[in-house]
C-alpha cells in the first residue's frame, strides 16, 4: 500500500468529489499557505523551544517535501512538531491552507494531527513509516536518538558486510566466546516456569547479523518475497521453517566463507542479551506483563506501539554489542526443536536442542506481542507453517 492511502483513506476520496473544490493544476502548491509568521517558529537548536512567547507556542516546523501525487498532482507535506494535543489543534486551528493538495501535519506525543483546504482531519498511524522521501516521522527517527539506557559495549565490535549481490549486503557482527545465564530468574516481570535459569558457554565466536533479514535481502537471494506485509527495508516475515532453509541453501551456495545458518535458540540469547540478565537487553525490565510499558517502547516495535504492522529495521536503539530488532518487530527462527523442560537436562556447553520434537523455537517476540513475550529469556515455538510473525536473523560461522 502507497503512503498516501495509508494516510488518507477516505479522506482522500471525499476531496476528489468534492465540487467547490478548485482544479488543483491553477493552483500551484509552491506558496506556503500559513497566516502565521514564520519568525514565531524559529526554534533554538540546542533546546528545539520556540524563541519567541508568541501565542502559538511549542509549535516548530520540522520538515516539508512535495511529492508527486496521483494524475498531475504534486502534494506537498508541510510537517511542525508540537508538544501537546492541544498545542496541535491550536495551531491547525488558526492555519489557512490555500492550495489544494497542500496539507500541514503535527506530529506530538499524544498523536499526528492535520489539516488540509477542506479542514482538520486524521492522519492514520502508517504516517511516514518507510517511504517517506522527507526527514523521517520523528516516530520513526529513532535511529538518530542516541541509543537511550544502552550501556556502551563491553569491547571493541567487529563488524563486516557480506555482498549478496550488488548493492545487496548482509551486515554482520562477531561476538566472542563467553558464558552467561540463560533463562530467568524467579523475580522478573512476566517470567514463564520453562526459562529455568542455568549456565551456558558459548565456546566459539560468530558472526550474528545486526538486523533480521530484510525484504530486499530475501528477494536478492530468493528472487521471490513471501511476506505478507510487504516493504524493503521490512523484515521478511510469513515465512516457514522450510523457506528459511531454502533461503539459506541458496545464501550459501551465493557466497563464500564461513556457513549460513539459524542460530541455535542458546546463540539467539547470547547475542540478545550482550552480557545483561534483565528482562530487557537494555539494562531495564519490563514494566508490566501485559500493556504499554515503557521500557519495552524504548527498544522494540510491539502491541502498543507498532500499528500492528513490522517497521525498517534498525529503528530502534541496539543492544550492546550493535544488534537491533531482538526485541519485537518479528520473532526470529532458531534451530533447536522446542522441548519445554529442555532447559533442566541441556549439555552446558553450544546447546543445539533435543534431537527431535514437533516445534521449532521462535525468539524475541513480535509487532502484535505483550511484552512478556519480547523478554530475552521468553522462549516460544511454531510448528512448520507461515505465520506472519516469522522472520529470521542469521548466524555465520567462523572460518
Ligand atoms: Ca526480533
Known amino acids: 500500500?502507497?503512503?498516501?492511502?495509508?494516510?488518507?483513506?477516505?479522506?482522500?476520496?471525499?476531496?476528489?468529489?468534492?465540487?467547490?473544490?478548485?482544479?488543483?493544476?491553477?493552483?500551484?502548491?509552491?506558496?506556503?499557505?500559513?497566516?502565521?509568521?514564520?519568525?514565531?517558529?524559529?526554534?533554538?537548536?540546542?533546546?528545539?523551544?520556540?524563541?519567541?512567547?508568541?501565542?502559538?507556542?511549542?509549535?516548530?516546523?520540522?520538515?516539508?517535501?512535495?511529492?508527486?501525487?496521483?494524475?498531475?498532482?504534486?502534494?506537498?507535506?508541510?510537517?511542525?512538531?508540537?508538544?501537546?494535543?492541544?498545542?496541535?489543534?491550536?495551531?491547525?486551528?488558526?492555519?489557512?491552507?490555500?492550495?489544494?493538495?497542500?496539507?500541514?501535519?503535527?506530529?506530538?506525543?499524544?498523536?499526528?494531527?492535520?489539516?488540509?483546504?477542506?479542514?482538520?482531519?486524521?492522519?492514520?498511524?502508517?504516517?511516514?513509516?518507510?517511504?517517506?522521501?522527507?526527514?523521517?516521522?520523528?516516530?520513526?527517527?529513532?535511529?538518530?536518538?542516541?541509543?537511550?539506557?544502552?550501556?556502551?559495549?563491553?569491547?571493541?565490535?567487529?563488524?563486516?558486510?557480506?555482498?549478496?549481490?550488488?548493492?545487496?549486503?548482509?551486515?554482520?557482527?562477531?561476538?566472542?566466546?563467553?558464558?552467561?545465564t540463560m533463562g530467568s530468574p524467579d523475580s522478573e516481570v512476566g517470567r514463564e516456569p520453562d526459562e529455568v535459569p542455568h549456565r551456558v558457554k558459548i565456546t566459539k565466536s560468530l558472526w550474528v547479523g545486526r538486523y533480521p533479514v530484510t525484504q530486499s535481502q530475501w528477494v536478492a537471494v530468493t528472487g521471490s518475497n513471501p511476506s505478507e506485509h510487504t516493504g524493503p527495508d521490512l523484515p521478511v516475515n510469513s515465512i516457514s521453517t522450510a523457506d528459511a532453509e531454502v533461503f539459506l541453501a541458496k545464501l550459501n551456495a551465493l557466497t563464500k566463507g564461513g556457513r549460513f545458518r539459524l542460530p541455535t535458540e542458546a546463540e539467539w540469547e547470547y547475542a540478545c542479551r550482550a552480557g545483561t540478565t534483565t528482562g530487557l537487553n537494555s539494562g531495564k525490565d519490563i514494566t508490566r506483563r501485559e500493556g504499554a510499558c515503557p521500557n519495552t517502547d524504548v527498544v522494540a516495535w510491539y502491541d502498543y506501539n507498532s500499528d500492528q504492522h513490522p517497521h525498517p529495521v534498525g529503528l530502534k536503539p541496539p543492544n550492546r554489542w550493535g544488534l537491533h530488532d531482538m526485541h519485537g518487530n518479528v520473532g526470529e527462527l532458531c534451530s533447536d526443536w522446542f522441548q519445554e523442560d529442555y532447559y533442566s537436562g541441556s549439555p552446558q556447553e553450544d546447546p543445539t536442542g533435543p534431537a527431535k520434537g514437533q516445534f521449532r523455537v521462535h525468539r524475541g517476540g513480535y509487532f502484535r506481542n505483550d511484552p512478556w513475550s519480547l523478554r530475552s529469556a521468553a522462549r516460544n515455538y511454531i510448528g512448520d507453517h507461515r505465520q506472519e510473525n516469522i522472520g529470521l536473523r542469521l548466524v555465520r560461522e567462523t572460518d
Open 1 to 180: 500500500m502507497t503512503w498516501w492511502k495509508r494516510v488518507f483513506g477516505k479522506t482522500q476520496r471525499l476531496r476528489e468529489t468534492d465540487s467547490r473544490s478548485p482544479d488543483p493544476t491553477t493552483n500551484p502548491p509552491q506558496q506556503r499557505p500559513t497566516t502565521v509568521d514564520s519568525a514565531r517558529l524559529r526554534t533554538d537548536p540546542h533546546t528545539e523551544r520556540p524563541t519567541s512567547t508568541a501565542p502559538v507556542s511549542q509549535v516548530r516546523p520540522y520538515d516539508k517535501c512535495s511529492i508527486p501525487g496521483r494524475m498531475m498532482d504534486t502534494d506537498t507535506y508541510e510537517v511542525y512538531l508540537a508538544d501537546t494535543k492541544r498545542d496541535a489543534e491550536e495551531f491547525l486551528r488558526t492555519k489557512t491552507v490555500a492550495a489544494q493538495q497542500y496539507y500541514v501535519i503535527v506530529e506530538t506525543p499524544e498523536g499526528i494531527f492535520g489539516r488540509d483546504k477542506m479542514g482538520p482531519y486524521q492522519p492514520s498511524g502508517g504516517w511516514r513509516g518507510t517511504d517517506w522521501p522527507g526527514k523521517p516521522s520523528p516516530r520513526f527517527a529513532q535511529r538518530e536518538q542516541p541509543a537511550a539506557q544502552v550501556a556502551p559495549a563491553a569491547e571493541p565490535v567487529q563488524s563486516a558486510e557480506v555482498e549478496v549481490k550488488e548493492g545487496v549486503s548482509l551486515e554482520m557482527v562477531r561476538l566472542a566466546p563467553g558464558d552467561f
